[in-house]
């Protein structure tokens, strides 16, 4: 069964909110475009992975994770993790087409377009032995010794392979329910009740991954980002505020919504905190009293009172429809 389904793409969101809204001429604005580009393809990825998962019925008790944040010797972060009563396996996603060689003498991977352009990747072993270790270290650490290994998934089907590292598995999406199945076949190390035990403690330990606000960590200083609300529509940014709703001079739309894409933006980018004249300069607002109204459209958490009032944005809550 799942247990826990993979997270919101929060920071796929997050750079596309910076994308919109940092100037064409940005020093960083090409790597923030190439970064939505990869964070896009890797959601796709995970995709792929899910679908596996939610297609095929193991007839066994398993345990499945997507996404699973946890903390033991060091942060980690497993993409999904198999659990059954012969211990644990992470599956690590790996999102590349072209052709793919692993280099002897280096730990990276190579991978070749067909219009001959090559990148250099880190091996995607180091990660997956570095997983394997943590989780151990994770599972030690609660008294628990279980076998813990793993396998990388390639999730494009336009990759070749030519040769890969003696203790490095890698298996393709089609390829896991066997895989899987065969496991089941060797030796039962754990019985019902310590895994129960597990499936509990790994629910509690994980915490959702938080990357706003996003500014900081990629140094772009808040003045940078450009303040206004956008048009739903026709994607202009500066709508005017007119009689209980938003006006784009540029379509004609009208709007009574398009603020809560511009304050959840101010979070995702900015600050974990607004106040009231954040949101007054970030939207344009004309007074306070419209500002404390459109804030207290959105499921904000309210702290202080008067004028030291501001708000934060709990990040499940952040999902807009
Ligand atoms: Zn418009």
């Known amino acids: 069964m799942i247990v826990k389904a993979r997270s919101f793409p929060y920071s796929l969101l997050g750079l596309q909110a910076l994308q919109r809204r940092i100037p064409k001429n940005h020093p960083q604005f090409d790597n923030i475009k190439e970064r939505v580009r990869t964070t ?19 007839k066994f008790d398993h345990f499945i994770f997507h996404d ?14 198999f659990l059954s009563s012969r211990g644990a396996f992470i599956l690590e996603m790996k999102n590349i087409a072209g052709r793919i060689s ?140 007119i009689y209980r709703g938003w006006g784009c001079n540029a379509c004609r739309n009208v709007s009574k919504t398009a603020h809560r894409q511009a304050i959840t933006d101010w979070f995702m980018l900015i600050s974990e905190t607004m106040t009231n004249r954040d949101c007054r300069e970030f939207l344009h607002l004309p007074n306070n009293y419209t500002a404390t109204r459109l804030l207290g459209e959105l499921p904000l958490e309210p702290n202080g009172v008067k004028r030291g009032r501001y708000y934060r944005f709990p990040l499940e809550k952040m999902i807009l429809e």
């Open 102 to 241: 692993f280099p002897d003498q280096w730990n990276q991977m190579i991978r070749v377009l067909d219009n001959g352009q090559t990148d250099a990747f880190e091996c995607p072993s180091i990660q997956l032995e570095r997983n394997c270790y943590l989780l151990e270290d994770w599972l030690q650490a609660r008294d628990l010794s279980i076998p813990v290994s793993g396998a990388v998934v390639f999730t494009t089907s336009r990759q070749r392979i030519e040769n890969t590292r003696p203790h490095l598995k890698i298996l393709f999406p089609n390829e896991i329910p066997i895989f899987l199945r065969k496991r089941e076949l060797t030796p039962q190390m754990l019985d019902t009740k310590t895994l129960s035990y597990i499936v509990d403690q790994l629910m509690k330990g994980h915490v959702d991954y938080n990357p706003y606000p996003m500014c900081e960590a990629l140094r772009i200083h808040p003045t940078e980002i450009k303040s206004g609300v956008f048009c739903e529509k026709c994607g202009t940014l500066g709508m005017t505020r």
């Open 40 to 58: 896009a393809a890797g959601v796709n990825g995970e995709k792929v992975l899910d679908d596996v998962f939610t297609k095929y019925q193991f």
């Open 68 to 81: 699973l944040n946890l903390t033991s010797t060091g942060k980690f972060q497993i993409d999904t993790l």
